[in-house]
């Protein structure tokens, strides 16, 4: 379960950094 919220916050910061970038 602390693998969800990790992955979960990792997936939405690489996004926006993605989209940012």
């Known amino acids: 379960m602390l693998?969800?919220?990790m992955a979960q916050?990792?997936?939405v910061v690489g996004?926006?950094?993605g989209?940012?970038?």
């Open 15 to 17: 996004a926006r950094r």
């Open 3 to 5: 693998n969800m919220p």
């Open 19 to 21: 989209f940012a970038n």
């Open 9 to 11: 916050r990792a997936g």
